[in-house]
């Protein structure tokens, strides 16, 4: 049991384009593609060895709280994640930035399109409703820029910036009261 409680994930999340839902095998192929993509690792310590994730990724995935595979037409285009934020790594070294950090990486093939503010507005909400007072954080570097403007949208307020992992880094936080751009339909609201 999570903090999420019987929340996690009760039905699919949709919005107008996209369907957040839990990852299945017929995922495998697209998260391969994912995490071994040049373009994708530029700003997440790279893309990691195809041979490798075939070899290490299991067949069926296993079931973990805030992580959500992201479909559009019923193919996997990216992932949105909320995990837990570890307050023993130096990069995480402010509690008030919330005790979950919201993540996501998309296929290439899909930047541009606005499915990551949708996807990520999407879960934030859901978030927000299961956990209304908590506050989400977001890690990522100054270089990004998309990421950083994504960031902005989606109600974040920077934080600070910190050196880690040879690069500046931004930390920000989204505070509950941040205004939401979607609003989840009663199908996908907690229970």
């Known amino acids: 049991m999570t903090e999420f409680g019987d929340a996690?994930?009760?039905?699919?999340?949709?919005?107008?384009?996209?369907?957040?839902?839990?990852?299945?095998?017929?995922?495998?192929?697209?998260?391969?593609e994912l995490m071994s993509s040049p373009e994708v690792g530029t700003y997440v310590g790279g893309a990691r060895?195809?041979?490798?994730?075939?070899?290490?990724?299991?067949?069926?995935?296993?079931?973990?709280?805030g992580l959500f595979a992201?479909?559009?037409d019923g193919a996997m285009i990216g992932i949105v994640t909320l995990d837990p934020r570890d307050p023993e790594r130096s990069d995480h070294r402010r509690p008030d930035a919330g005790r979950r950090e919201?993540?996501?990486?998309?296929?290439?093939?899909s930047w541009g399109h606005g499915y990551a503010a949708e996807a990520?507005?999407?879960?934030?909400?859901?978030?927000?409703?299961?956990?209304?007072?908590?506050?989400?954080?977001?890690?990522?570097?100054t270089a990004n820029t998309p990421s950083l403007r994504l960031a902005t949208k989606l109600g974040f307020i920077e934080l600070e910036r910190y050196e880690a992992w040879g690069a500046e880094q931004w930390l920000g936080t989204r505070y509950p009261s941040?205004?939401?751009s979607q609003k989840l339909p009663e199908s996908s609201r907690p229970m």
């Open 120 to 141: 990520c507005a999407a879960a934030l909400a859901w978030y927000t409703e299961c956990l209304p007072a908590e506050p989400v954080a977001l890690t990522t570097q």
């Open 70 to 72: 992201v479909g559009l």
């Open 102 to 109: 919201l993540g996501y990486l998309f296929l290439p093939s």
């Open 49 to 65: 060895p195809r041979a490798e994730l075939e070899r290490a990724l299991p067949e069926e995935p296993a079931r973990r709280p």
């Open 8 to 32: 996690w994930l009760p039905t699919p999340i949709t919005t107008e384009r996209l369907v957040l839902r839990e990852p299945e095998a017929r995922d495998r192929p697209a998260i391969i």
């Open 178 to 180: 941040a205004p939401r």
